[in-house]
């Protein structure tokens, strides 16, 4: 009997779970998860005879290699910089993984020693990076197939609220880390190609650098430019192409709202504010204010922001909560942007009933032979949630993690080494059981449109 071992039953684990234990009934294979909280687990598995909960402590180097040792497949879903020690164990003990993280740099040092040991280390198997990769590889290969050469590309995700849970003002819910949401756009410059000129945006200027995109039967979004867009050039086989941009996706309006908060200091993550633990809401507020006598904070905060009396961004604010002087912070030394964190998080919570929506528009411009006309090919994906629980989030993050771990434990997927999933050997079946699950891409012709 195989085992798979899981590390991680966090919110984005919840498809990928019910889709292994499903497949439990069909495939002979266990399923061991581990976790610091065992009852987050016993919450997903419920009664699954081939499904066990282990508490674990991470770091206790005895229990986790005991288990790693046992497994066939170690799939982990602990935060990124976790990888590199799993990542140890399964080599000591040749065992093959599959994360939905980027590729550190500390796996791309083991990469000759695990093709030595004819192992498969899948990084970067989630929604963004993930099925971003394998949808646009798919494009880029068909492309090249009949003879294009891709000259332009652009890639846009976001996590946002779907239609008909879309009640609050900012048209915005967490469906995945908070925290990243906050502190989005941080840590660099946004790099890419435009025209084969490079472009960066520092981060006070990443929200008032958007774009527009339609999504037909879903409306009009904005996008923002994400923080690397060149690292996808080789990958990807773009040497050639003159635009290479990739965005996050948010509702109209929201980033310009967004970029108030930047500039006024509060998703600052850089220091911590003195006696933050007793701070109300409206004390945090008026501590990136000027002091006046008798201005109301209300009033410094717009004259500071320059908001009109009749500026409806106004409306955003005051929806946050954000004067309210009878609601503590409650957090001991807490940065600017975890205060941010915890305000929000009373707002933007998915309830038990909401959806979320996960959204992908990629462009693909192209020229062919003889010709002197670029070709532009767009493929849009909407993935809808069905709760708070079964997220469209978790489906695009989870399931895609499950269906390439089944396919190297069954010797589907067998090229050894540190990857992506950017080959037809794992893009092609993946992307063709997504579509089971309504997560289908829908690809057309259009004009080119020169892009951003």
């Known amino acids: 009997m195989k085992n798979i071992l899981l590390f991680g039953s966090g919110r984005s684990t919840s498809s990928l779970i019910k889709y292994l234990l499903e497949r439990t009934e069909t495939h002979p294979f266990k399923l061991h998860i581990a976790d610091q909280s065992i009852t987050s687990i016993q919450e997903k598995i419920v009664d699954n005879p081939n499904a066990f909960a282990i508490a674990l402590d991470i770091h206790n180097d005895a229990e986790r290699t005991k288990l790693i040792e046992k497994a066939d497949v170690v799939i982990s879903m602990m935060p990124a910089f976790l990888h590199p020690i799993i990542a140890a164990d399964c080599l000591k003990f040749s065992k093959h993984l599959v994360t939905a993280s980027y590729i550190s740099t500390e796996l791309k040092e083991m990469d000759a020693e695990v093709k030595a040991k004819g192992l498969i280390f899948m990084n970067e198997c989630g929604l963004d990076p993930g099925i971003d990769h394998m949808s646009a590889m798919k494009v880029l290969d068909e492309i090249r197939e009949k003879g294009g050469n891709p000259v332009h590309f652009e890639s846009f995700c976001g996590g946002l609220v779907a239609p008909e849970s879309d009640d609050n003002i ?61 690292g996808y050039r080789e990958a990807y086989g773009l040497q050639n192409a003159h635009t290479i941009y990739r965005g996050t996706m948010r509702r109209v309006g929201y980033s310009r709202a967004w970029n108030m908060l930047v500039q006024l200091g509060v998703t600052d ?42 500026d409806t961004v106004w409306d955003k604010f005051v929806a946050l909560d954000l004067f309210n002087n009878d609601k503590k912070v409650g957090l001991k030394n807490a940065t600017p942007a975890q ?71 069954n010797g589907e997927i067998t090229t050894p080494g540190i990857q992506m999933p950017i080959t037809k050997e794992v893009y092609e079946p993946v992307l063709k059981e997504l579509e089971t699950f309504g997560i289908i891409f829908q690809e057309k012709e259009v004009p080119y449109d020169g892009g951003i």
């Not at 809808?384 to 499950?402: H, I, N, Q």
């Open 269 to 310: 993550d850089t220091y911590t504010i003195e006696d933050s633990e007793n701070m109300t809401y409206r004390e945090f507020i008026n501590s990136f204010l000027y002091y006046h006598v008798s201005d109301s904070v209300e009033v410094k905060f717009r004259l500071t922001l320059n908001i009109e009396q009749d």
């Open 170 to 230: 900012w048209k915005y819910k967490f469906s995945w880390n908070p925290r990243n949401v906050v502190v989005a756009g941080q840590g660099g410059a946004a790099k890419f190609l435009q025209q084969g000129t490079y472009k960066y945006i520092p981060y006070q200027r990443i929200f008032k650098r958007t774009e527009f995109l339609e999504i037909e039967g879903f409306g009009r979004f904005e996008a923002y430019a994400n923080r690397d867009s060149l």
């Open 339 to 409: 205060v941010m964190e915890k305000i929000l998080s009373e707002k933007w919570t998915l309830q038990p009933n909401d959806k979320d929506m996960i959204v992908m528009y990629h462009k693909f411009g192209y020229t062919m032979p003889g010709s002197t006309e670029t070709f532009q090919i767009d493929s849009t994906m909407v993935c809808l949630g069905e709760d708070a629980v079964l997220t469209g989030m978790a489906k695009t993050v989870g399931l895609p993690v499950g269906i390439i771990t089944l396919k190297i434990l």
